[in-house]
């Protein structure tokens, strides 16, 4: 039976485009593209369909169009051609079971040219919107008019509510450049801390108070370097059992107690203070930067 199909109106065609190629087949006669969705939805069978003829009848409309042939519409025409001839290919071989990984390997690749011709389906039928879509788009033009007066007369108008003297000022700021920023030096020439000092001091507070917190120790320090100080002359009176650590919990407050003696010096080491003196035997020209 003969499926005879009027061809639908035709999307706005671009500039050069050729007329719509169809098809007249023993099966089916109308547009090539409503051929291929006839066999996309499984209402035409692809091994009714002479690709040989539509071939022919193709060529044929090429040399009908002349010089002025689309390259487009032939490039369209290879690819669909050629899906189809696989997709025939595929659907003739004999339909039995899989018994090796070729088989299944031809079946899947039937599967694939089915989906492509889906594919390209889909991509015809969004082509036409954006062709219906510019092709409407392009006859419309802004309208450039000014505003209506019954409409401007409605605009609220402009109340200044500052002088002009601050206007300026406000204008002289945001025009004044403004400084680079700088990256601050001064954090590397922090003055030397001598932690037998920090010591002497600490020895003094403790045998007067005889217990403190490392928090009242250290609550008149004018800096990050004299805690750190401090807290190393508490280590090094600890190592001499002038001093004992006590600390209920992790993380909780930390009180000294005066375990020495209340009377003469203490002498505390000058390891902080005196820089790394130089190994014994080393090359003094291998030391110099």
Known sequence: MTVVVDAPPAAPSGRGRSSAFEVHLDVFEGPFDLLLGLIGKHQLDITEVALAKVTDEFVAHIRA???????????????VAATLLDLKAARLLPSASVEDEDDL???QARDLLFVRLLQYRAFKQVADVFAT?????????ARSVPL?????????????????????????????????????LEHLHAPT?????????????????????????T???????????????????FRDGMVSFEQQ?????????????????????????????????????????
Not at 199 to 213: D, G, I, W
Not at 219 to 237: H, I, K, W
């Open 193 to 217: 801390v001598s932690v037998r000092e920090q010591a002497a001091l600490l020895v003094t507070r403790l045998r007067r108070q005889r217990s403190a917190t490392f928090r009242a120790l």
């Open 105 to 107: 390997a031809m079946l």
């Open 148 to 184: 209506d007066p019954h409409l401007s007369a409605l605009l609220p108008e402009l109340v200044m509510s500052i002088s002009p003297e601050q206007l300026a000022r406000i204008a002289a700021q945001a025009l004044t450049p403004r400084v680079p920023a700088a990256v601050g």
């Open 133 to 141: 879509r510019m092709a409407e788009t392009g006859r419309r033009h």
């Open 249 to 289: 919990a992790p993380l909780a407050e930390l009180t000294i107690a005066w375990t020495g003696s209340d009377e003469g010096e203490v002498d505390v080491s000058d390891e902080f203070d005196e820089p790394d003196a130089p190994d014994e035997g080393t090359d003094t020209q291998a030391q110099r930067p």
């Open 219 to 237: 609550r008149d320090a004018d800096g990050t370097v004299v805690v750190v100080a401090r807290f190393l002359a508490l280590l090094e009176l």
């Open 65 to 79: 169009s002349g010089s002025t042939w689309d390259l487009g519409q032939a490039s369209e025409f290879l690819v």
